[in-house]
């Protein structure tokens, strides 16, 4: 018969150990801090900073919720972190590298200058098939213009 040796303490404690989280409540808890994200936005709609900094927080909170326990970060060894830190770190430095593009850009209006004009229907007194439109700007009417059905008419 095999003799039973007992298991030095550190691998016994090791092997009691919870090896899997708990799903179904991390899942609630996510579900949780949804609502909260979504009343927080109803209630701080009109400051906008406010607004972005607690969602912005919320957010990063259930992002480490689900790496910490879904991608299983709880269980690894402390090496992970030195990869990740360096990664966190380029990712911040790329967003803030593209800032001065985004800020820089120079913004050119399309019709720089020229007065906007608009083609509205007009009341038609004369039961007719034709749509009388009149071009309207700023100023006021510019001139009628009538079109039938079938395409234009002058």
């Not at 708990?22 to 801090?33: E, G, M, Q």
């Not at 985004?102 to 913004?107: F, L, R, S, T």
Request: net charge negative.
């Amino acid at each position: 018969m095999a003799d039973v040796h007992p298991l030095p303490a550190d691998i016994a404690e090791e092997l009691t150990v919870e090896s899997h989280a708990p799903y179904v409540r991390i899942w609630a808890i996510l579900a949780v801090l949804t609502a909260v994200e979504y009343f927080y936005a109803l209630i701080f709609k009109d400051h906008f900073p406010v607004l972005v900094l607690g969602l912005v927080s919320l957010a990063l909170v259930k992002a480490g919720m689900v790496g910490w326990f879904f991608m299983h970060l709880k269980f690894e060894r402390k090496w992970v972190y030195i990869l990740i830190v360096p990664a966190c770190v380029m990712a911040v430095f790329l967003t803030l590298a593209l800032c001065p593009d985004m800020a820089m850009k120079p913004v050119v209006e399309e019709n720089a200058g020229e007065e906007e004009t608009w083609l509205v229907p007009r009341s038609n007194a004369e039961e007719t098939p034709a749509i009388n439109l009149v071009w309207l700007s700023q100023a006021g009417p510019i001139a009628p213009a009538r079109f039938d059905l079938f395409g234009l008419s002058s």
